[in-house]
């Protein structure tokens, strides 16, 4: 065998293995960039507040709770994210560790997924840390207050009892914390992937920051402009090519704010999750693909 | 006829400027050959377009004409880097990484495994001697101990062709000798070197062959031995000659149509000088 076809065989187009030795050697760049004191901050910040939060009756007590530790969790992953994925790419140029990852037989494309799969790790990590955090608050105070209520009602009826206590579980914890957690995830997987997309072509990493906070603000606000200019311009085809181009570019961000609506206690529905969820997996999808097709044309 | 290294037709790369309407045209119509086994030079001052070249046979940046093969595939393609270890100019790798991790992981991007990585790993950390410094993270190595670690991620998959950009730039007299060794080595064990530098007494040392780019345009290339040698003068070292055969020989020559150009004690060089003074120090 020719030593040309020896190679031809040796070599992957797409190799798993590739990938997974850039993912964790990602994951272990953005640990040592001490990001985790983010997470030690949302601890402060929880348990700070329920010792706050004493002095209101139970529900309000495990409303409040639930809303600055969903909307802590929320702003956190998505501050994580952009600020993690704004440096990688940018900086392997800088310190040209990229020239000699990509003069291996490494495509673009596997460098790329890498990198982005060792952010979207990390702030899977960062996102189950932050839950177990709020969920082991959230249980120990339902704890306190059922034992309080306990000692309080010692003396009344059985059945009285009981809905006290039926009361306190079920404005603690609920099912539907959980899609939340998993929206506020995909949430930041967006911006994370939208950060790498900005980072292929932007030359700083403070214009990829400040593109990318422009567009967390314009992304909130986008839905309100969206119903505005359909009720002033009607909807058209030129108008909707043309909403359709700003949902691309600034997307709908304040579609995965469920918070607001598992902290006033609604169910949320299996289809506005499924929902939720696909547009996230749709846009995290669709940023990677740009991101890679910049990427592939890239001078070094 | 076996395929060249590196073989490259009609390479031209024009980088645009961006609002100017006049362009840089960093390499012109390059044609060059790189023989398997052979150490080649690609010298020239800064900015006279021989990283780029480098580049282009990467497939880090794409060529605004012409073609570059290694081994005889398209150098665009993925593939043909399983051949090749490349070593760029002043290399940072990842500070965080100890000597050996940053080689498996070097190693695992080849696809490398298991006992044969970790065996191939001591193997190249022994070789470059950075055995002592393997669990050191590199944010604590010296510029030639970092470049030592990079010619050693550059072999991790045992490539056949090695391009170095600048291998001993910055680095101290004795680390230099080192990688010198090193690339003579290789060249012993078959491996085609492709350096680009503009220390030419090093390159004279080590290379076969050699092409002299200026402004993006080769304008010399040949063996270094005809390239720099001078048609019609010889040179004689003598050794434990008296004065007076010196002076014999001398006359001897003025006798004939022969002319002598310069009569002196031979010298070693400033560098063999500083290894002898700084290598082998008896402790006092």
Redesign the interface.
């Known amino acids: 065998m020719s030593?040309?076809t020896a190679?031809?065989a040796?070599?992957?187009v797409f190799?798993f293995?590739?990938v997974?030795?850039?993912t964790a050697?990602t994951l272990?760049?953005l640990t040592?960039l001490k990001v985790f004191y983010v997470l030690l901050l949302f601890a402060l910040l929880l348990i700070g507040s329920s010792i706050f939060m004493a002095q209101f009756t139970f529900q309000q007590e495990f409303q409040i709770l639930k809303d600055v530790s969903l909307g802590a969790m929320s702003i956190f992953t998505s501050l994580l994210a952009i600020v993690a994925t704004a440096q990688l790419i940018p900086r392997d140029i800088e310190?040209?560790?990229v020239?000699?990852?990509?003069?291996?037989?490494?495509?673009r494309l596997e460098y790329l997924l890498g990198k982005i799969a060792g952010v979207l790790l990390l702030l899977a990590i960062s996102t189950l840390v932050m839950s177990a955090v709020f969920l082991a608050v959230l249980y120990m105070r339902e704890q306190s207050v059922l034992h309080m209520t306990l000692r309080q009602m010692s003396a009344a009826p059985r059945e009285q009892i009981d809905d006290a206590l039926r009361a306190i579980r079920s404005s603690a914890l609920n099912i539907d914390i959980f899609p939340g957690i998993i929206i506020i995830y995909l949430k930041a997987c967006l911006l994370a992937t939208l950060t790498l997309f900005v980072s292929t072509f932007a030359t700083t990493n403070i214009f990829t920051v400040v593109v990318m906070v422009f567009i967390y603000f314009i992304g909130h606000l986008q839905a309100t402009a969206r119903e505005y200019w359909l009720h002033e311009h009607g909807s058209g085809w030129v108008t909707r090519v043309f909403l359709a181009i700003v949902a691309l570019l600034f997307p709908d961000l304040q579609a995965f704010n469920l918070v607001d609506d598992i902290v006033a206690g609604a169910a949320i529905s299996l289809g506005l999750f499924l929902k939720t969820a696909l547009l996230g997996i749709f846009y995290t999808t669709i940023y990677t693909l740009l991101a890679a097709f910049v990427f592939y044309?890239k001078?070094? | 006829m076996t395929?060249a290294a590196v073989a490259i037709r009609g390479l031209t790369k024009i980088?645009p400027v961006p609002l100017h309407r006049h362009s840089i045209v960093a390499v012109r119509d390059l044609n060059l050959r790189v023989e398997p086994g052979e150490v080649y030079g690609l010298l020239g001052p800064n900015g006279s377009g021989k990283s780029t070249t480098l580049?282009i046979i990467?497939?880090?940046?794409?060529p605004s004409r012409g073609r570059t093969e290694i081994?005889?595939?398209d150098s665009r393609l993925?593939?043909s880097?399983?051949?090749?270890?490349?070593?760029?100019?002043?290399?940072?790798?990842?500070k965080?990484?100890s000597g050996e991790e940053t080689l498996r992981?070097?190693g695992?991007?080849?696809?490398l495994?298991g006992a044969r990585l970790k065996n191939r790993t001591d193997e190249l950390l022994e070789l470059v001697g950075l055995t002592k410094a393997r669990k050191r993270r590199l944010g604590t190595y010296s510029k030639g101990m970092l470049q030592r670690i990079?010619l050693a991620?550059?072999l991790i998959?045992e490539p056949?062709l090695l391009?170095l950009d600048e291998p001993t730039a910055g680095v101290d007299p004795a680390g230099s000798r080192q990688i010198r060794d090193l690339i003579v080595d290789l060249k012993r064990h078959g491996i085609t070197v492709l350096l680009s530098s503009h220390l030419l007494a090093q390159a004279q040392e080590i290379c076969d062959r050699v092409g002299i780019l200026a402004d993006g345009v080769l304008v010399r290339e040949g063996r270094l031995e005809e390239l720099i040698a001078i048609e019609n003068q010889t040179e004689l070292v003598v050794a434990n000659a008296s004065s007076g055969l010196v002076d014999e020989i001398e006359s001897l020559i003025n006798r004939s149509n022969a002319k002598l150009i310069e009569r002196r004690r031979s010298t070693t060089t400033l560098e063999k000088l500083f290894l002898d003074a700084t290598t082998e120090r008896p402790e006092s």
Do not use: M, W
């Open positions: 030593n040309e190679t031809s040796r070599h992957r190799s293995a590739r997974c030795a850039i050697n272990t760049e040592r310190d040209r560790t020239y000699t990852i990509l003069a291996k037989p490494v495509p044309a001078e070094l | 395929d980088f580049k990467l497939g880090l940046v794409s081994f005889g595939r993925v593939e880097r399983e051949a090749v270890g490349f070593l760029p100019e002043n290399p940072y790798f990842y965080y990484l992981f070097f695992r991007l080849c696809r495994g990079g991620q550059a998959h056949k391009v």
